[in-house]
């Protein structure tokens, strides 16, 4: 299970999110490479997002996002809206797992 903590406009196209694994167990870097991510606004309207990470300080060095580690994602689509408003991100993981954070800008 990912938790998103926080989150970071770096231009009118891309923003950076932080998140944490909060699961029991740890996710495979075959499944971080799936996951998907979405940005989207209060009407409920989603777009898919192209998105690249990475593990920060990771525990073993190994390519697992272990439990207590964080993933920066760096969420990258012409779709972002840095608008007034309340906006949503939203990262899926390939076993359906889901984590989504709202912003209010």
Known sequence: MLTISSYSFVNATTVDVWTKNTGHSRISSNDL??????YGD????????NISFRIEDPNNGDSFL??????MVEITSGALDENP???RIRLALPNGAISEYTLTI
């Open 85 to 87: 408003g309340t906006h």
């Open 66 to 71: 272990d439990t207590g580690e964080t993933l």
């Open 42 to 49: 209060d009407s409920g309207s989603m777009a898919n997002c």
């Open 33 to 38: 490479r799936d996951m998907r991510a979405y």
